[in-house]
């Protein structure tokens, strides 16, 4: 009787080591502050509760824990996951399954079915306010004026320019309620069983899904050149027919941040917000070959959001190791 519960202590203990975990069972009062180190956000406490890893594909480097006395970081975030781009391993969740709005991120499923149309993005086309205007922020194209249609994707992703992207369900000869029924589908596609589209800009609060279906979608818009290329810009120039000149930088920060540097590679994202969202990012970094899908939901602030992304992206290099 006693080896038998020996056993049985050793797999426990050797369980632990290897599972991550889900941080909304080990989080305490503390928050994180703008000028909080990443240091600062480890959580060491042990939890009670373990995700589940799935099989890995033996084709790939498997993430293994090597400090197994950390769990993740706390987070201001509902909802957040870390899950490894090859192998689909969850590195760190919190309550990865909650249903929320996702406001802009809503984005990434408009261009996939936008560019699923064949546009010609070379041609020059035209906004028209009593067409394309969406309230909510800020209108970067002029209208009646000339611009290509690949710089109206541009403005939709790395803007997010609401007007640019609901015109973009015009320019791509599509009724609105196909459009938004094509959205619908495609998540069906992906698996993506929490998830439903309401309208293609992210506007409406009805737009909602989970951290582990926006992996999904991450790992889909990535598939696409045209979608990679735009959500990887720092920022970009659009001209148009007038000479009118205008400079958007991307609403996703961390690709001027220490993750976009050195043998870090911030590979493509989207941000949102709105009141009853909170504060949304969904991004891919790389580092060294291996990369990691991070999905923040509800985040306190702008600053909140990508401080936490960093934290977990910089937790999860520093915790595993692919081997």
Do not use: C
Not at 174 to 196: H, I
């Amino acid at each position: 009787m006693i080896f038998k519960v020996i056993g049985q202590f050793l797999l426990a203990t050797s369980v632990l080591q290897m599972m991550p975990v889900d941080a909304a069972y080990f989080e305490w009062q503390a928050g994180v502050t703008d000028n909080m180190e990443v240091g600062d956000l480890y959580a060491t406490e042990v939890p009670g509760f373990f995700a589940t890893l799935p099989q890995a594909d033996s084709r790939f480097d498997y993430p293994t824990k090597i400090d197994t006395d950390s769990y993740g970081i706390v987070t201001t975030a509902q909802s957040a996951i870390v899950i490894d781009r090859d192998t689909d391993v969850v590195l760190f969740q919190k309550h990865p399954d909650a249903v929320r709005s996702i406001g802009s991120v809503t984005k990434l499923m408009s261009a996939l079915v936008f560019l699923e149309q064949s546009p010609d993005l070379s041609q020059t086309v035209t906004l028209n306010p009593e067409q394309d205007y969406i309230a909510g922020g800020r209108v970067y194209l002029g209208y009646f004026n000339g611009v290509a249609l690949r710089d109206v994707l541009a403005a939709s992703l790395i803007g997010s320019d609401n007007t640019a992207t609901q015109s973009l369900v015009r320019f791509s000869g599509l009724a609105l309620d196909d459009f938004v029924a094509r959205m619908n589908l495609k998540a069906e596609e992906l698996e993506m069983g929490s998830t439903v589209f309401v309208d293609p800009t992210g506007i409406s609060a009805d737009n909602m899904s989970t951290a582990r279906d926006l992996v999904k979608l991450l790992e889909e818009a990535e598939k696409s050149e045209t979608i990679k290329y735009y959500t990887e810009l720092p920022s970009v120039i659009i001209g148009q027919e007038s000479s009118r000149t205008i400079e958007i930088e991307n609403t996703n920060s961390l690709l001027t941040s220490f993750l976009n540097e050195g043998d870090f590679d911030v590979v493509g994202g989207k941000t949102g917000y709105l009141p009853q969202a909170g504060y949304v990012l969904a991004t891919t970094v790389e580092e060294n070959n291996h990369a990691v899908h991070v999905v923040v939901l509800g985040a306190e602030s702008k600053d909140a959001r990508i401080s936490e992304a960093k934290g977990l992206v910089y937790w999860a290099f520093k915790t595993f190791e692919w081997k």
